[in-house]
């Protein structure tokens, strides 16, 4: 079975320029998550759906940022415009969001370098 | 106060040493704890985890939770080249469905 798969895996923009990113998650899973990490540090979670409803989006910062999970499978991250700070990897997970310990399934992480 | 905090490292070690890696965390009402380990230009993936107190082992790797301080630890015996990886240390912060994760330790293990 084929994990979360992203794309793409490296990006390079100029600042100000809108970028994109997609999400497949793990079939069946209900639970999808945007991460972003920066160098040397844990990811940190930027936005949850549970099916196509974002559940937690307090942490995406929402004048620049903005996501969609279209019929509660795949999702996108979009980033318009982008910023020198928006330089990162955004990981993208899925879990199947049932009750006990919650496992997530990451992605390989999609790298952003703003110019 | 952050939800976990992780000894941020980064460490070396030979090859056959044991390593230790920890982290702290603040709500008492965690119920389960995990490890992610995360190699160089990957996503993270899950270790292992422990559900409460006590301690849980897989092979070469041992994860336990002291929960009368609040403190997690993952053991790994034998450490091998391969183990070479950052590995972060997460809890389930503010709901059931959320992973608050620490900063990560980056591990090397040197022939």
């Known amino acids: 079975e084929a994990g979360v798969v992203q794309s793409p895996r490296y990006k390079i923009i100029e600042k100000k320029q809108p970028v994109a990113f997609w999400c497949n998650p793990i079939?069946?899973?209900?639970?999808l998550y945007w991460y972003l990490q920066n160098l040397g540090q844990g990811p940190e979670l930027l936005i949850r759906y549970e099916n196509e409803e974002a559940v937690d989006d307090s942490q995406l910062p929402k004048d620049r940022f903005s996501a969609e999970r279209l019929k509660g499978v795949d999702s996108t991250l979009k980033i318009q415009p982008a910023e020198l700070g928006d330089s990162a990897v955004y990981l993208c997970?899925?879990?199947?969001?049932?009750?006990?310990?919650?496992?997530?399934?990451f992605g390989a992480g999609s790298r952003l370098t703003v110019l | 106060q952050k939800e976990v905090e992780q000894d941020p490292g980064p460490l070396s070690v030979p090859e056959g040493a044991i390593v230790s890696l920890n982290c702290t965390y603040s709500n008492s009402a965690f119920q389960y704890f995990m490890w992610y380990r995360q190699y160089s230009r990957k996503g993270p993936e899950l270790l292992m985890y422990t559900y409460s107190s006590g301690n849980k082992e897989d092979g070469r790797f041992t994860a336990q939770v002291d929960k009368s301080s609040k403190y997690i630890s993952l053991f790994i015996r034998d450490s091998q080249p391969s183990d070479s990886a950052t590995y972060l240390c997460?809890?389930?912060?503010?709901?059931?469905?959320?992973?608050?994760f620490g900063k990560g330790t980056l591990l090397t293990v040197n022939p």
């Open positions: 997460a809890v389930p912060g503010g709901s059931n469905y959320k992973l608050t």
């Open positions: 997970a899925s879990s199947p969001g049932t009750a006990g310990a919650n496992v997530l399934t």
């Open positions: 079939s069946g899973h209900n639970t």
